[in-house]
């Protein structure tokens, strides 16, 4: 059982931030962490992953169109 992890899908899947933001607002209310705090903090890492999502999708993209360019040249 050696699979490789597909990163590039993990890092686009909605589904994994919600579990990122899940298990960070569960540790920091664990830890007692102030509620602004972890507003603050669930804010941040929201955006990284909108923004990690577009750039991978972004790259993507870009990469199909190269293919699809370097087909049509041939």
Known sequence: MNE?????RKLT???FWV?????????????N???MTIEQVTAIVSAMATLIAYIIGEGLTDAAHKEEREGKDD
């Open 33 to 35: 962490i102030d509620k």
């Open 19 to 31: 579990a990122v933001v899940g298990f960070i607002t569960a540790i920091m209310v664990a830890l």
């Open 4 to 8: 490789k992890i597909d990163w590039k």
């Open 13 to 15: 899947s909605r589904k």
